[in-house]
């Protein structure tokens, strides 16, 4: 890319982040990211803090744009399936492309996340689990739904007529 090019862009000398997340804007559609449901762009920390505040359960699909695994998963093969997208209209959802920064890939590694595409649920309470590489619909749903089995809050137990 041309220097001049770039500084306008950018509007500094450090290396340029934007370009990557316009070409992901502009990928959005064709590769099925605009499910049903809600996908914040990298900010890990500031998700897991909403997620905390909600009480509700994070997701984080780890990805690299240009990786063809990572594509079938975000698109026709896994993430737009009408099932799936049912199961993470309730949560917090985020996407981080290996290509956001050095920041977001220092984020996940609490997770322990070195390679991609990797699939991370994390409770309210902090508690995790992740999972890589391409997975099977049936497979990656049963997953989905054992964490947020484990992870409801139980009932209240009910009041008795009388008080007792």
């Known amino acids: 890319m041309h220097t001049s090019f770039r500084k306008r862009l950018c509007l500094s000398d ?7 997340l316009l ?3 502009a990928l959005m559609p064709a590769t099925g990211c605009q499910q049903g449901y809600r996908w914040d762009l990298g900010d890990v920390v500031k998700a897991e803090q909403r997620a905390r505040d909600e009480g509700k359960i994070l997701f984080v699909f780890y990805q690299l744009w240009t990786d063809p695994t990572s594509n079938r998963m975000k698109g026709r093969e896994l993430l737009s399936d009408p099932e799936v997208e049912a199961e993470f209209r309730d949560t917090i959802n985020v996407l981080v492309d290996r290509d956001f920064g050095s920041m977001y890939v220092g984020s996940l590694r609490k997770y322990q996340v ?4 990797a699939f991370i649920l994390v409770s309210p309470d902090g508690k995790y689990r992740a999972l890589t590489g391409a997975i099977p619909r049936s497979q990656f749903l049963a997953w989905v739904r054992d964490f947020k089995s484990r992870t409801r809050q139980p009932a209240s137990p009910a009041v008795k007529p009388g008080g007792k």
């Not at 070195?114 to 595409?117: A, E, G, K, L």
């Open 14 to 20: 450090r290396p340029c982040r934007g370009i990557p």
């Open 114 to 117: 070195t390679t991609y595409p």
């Open 23 to 25: 070409c992901l804007a």
